[in-house]
């Protein structure tokens, strides 16, 4: 009868290319979600851009390197993720396989995401949780002063946002009435903000009162 986006990418991210490309530690645990673990998640990849002219890779000159976040091709030409493990040996075809089909459900997912119907439509109480409090990746730089396997994470300008979404690409699309609220908890954490959240979940069905 309502609904609560809470760091929904609407607008994409690349929020997740850093972890896939370069992991993430959990405590002094460089393994646990290392770029080979994550490789194998599904979820992060449906965050990514569809269209490849999208600013999301560029040299240090700051022009855009065109790539397809869609194509497990453009990921090995790239040397992304485990293309880039040095030492690693051939990458199978089974990982090959599971990319593709990673990515192509990945691709199906974020078009449902960002399609919109001309037909009019009556939409119940939305509401949108989100931040601007933390610097968001938004573009990553090829051979930049601090690359990790070929790719600054840091260089680049950031947008603000949840840390992995940013805060414009977390609205819905125009046409789709919505009421934003924010706070300063990070993209993981947004919804532990239990204060907020009963606060909203009440207007939502205060609204929704009153459109009934």
């Not at 194509?71 to 051939?90: C, H, V």
């Not at 449902?112 to 949780?129: E, H, Q, T």
């Amino acid at each position: 009868h309502s609904v609560l986006f809470a760091g929904v990418p609407f607008g994409s991210s690349i929020g997740f290319l850093e972890d896939m490309h370069a992991g993430t530690a959990t405590g002094f645990n460089n393994r646990i979600l290392s770029p080979q673990v994550l490789f194998t998640f599904a979820a992060p990849y449906s965050l990514f851009p569809l269209d490849p002219a999208e600013p999301v890779l560029v040299d240090r000159e700051g022009d855009i390197i065109p790539h397809d976040l869609y194509s497990a091709d453009d990921w090995e030409r790239q040397k992304l993720g485990i293309f880039a493990m040095s030492g690693r040996g051939a990458i199978s075809s089974e990982e090959r396989a599971h990319l593709r089909n990673a990515l192509r459900q990945a691709g199906e997912f974020r078009s449902l995401l960002v399609c919109s119907s001309k037909k009019p439509m009556v939409y119940p109480p939305i509401a949108v949780l989100t931040s601007d409090a933390h610097q968001t990746l938004s573009a990553v730089v090829k051979n930049g002063r601090w690359a990790v396997r070929g790719w600054c994470f840091e260089e680049a300008p950031k947008e603000q946002g949840d840390g992995r979404v940013s805060s414009v690409s977390a609205l819905p699309p125009s046409g789709v009435p919505h009421v934003v609220y924010k706070t300063e908890r990070e993209h993981g954490y947004l919804l532990n903000d239990i204060d907020l959240v009963s606060t909203i979940l009440t207007h939502l069905c205060i609204t929704l009162l009153i459109v009934t």
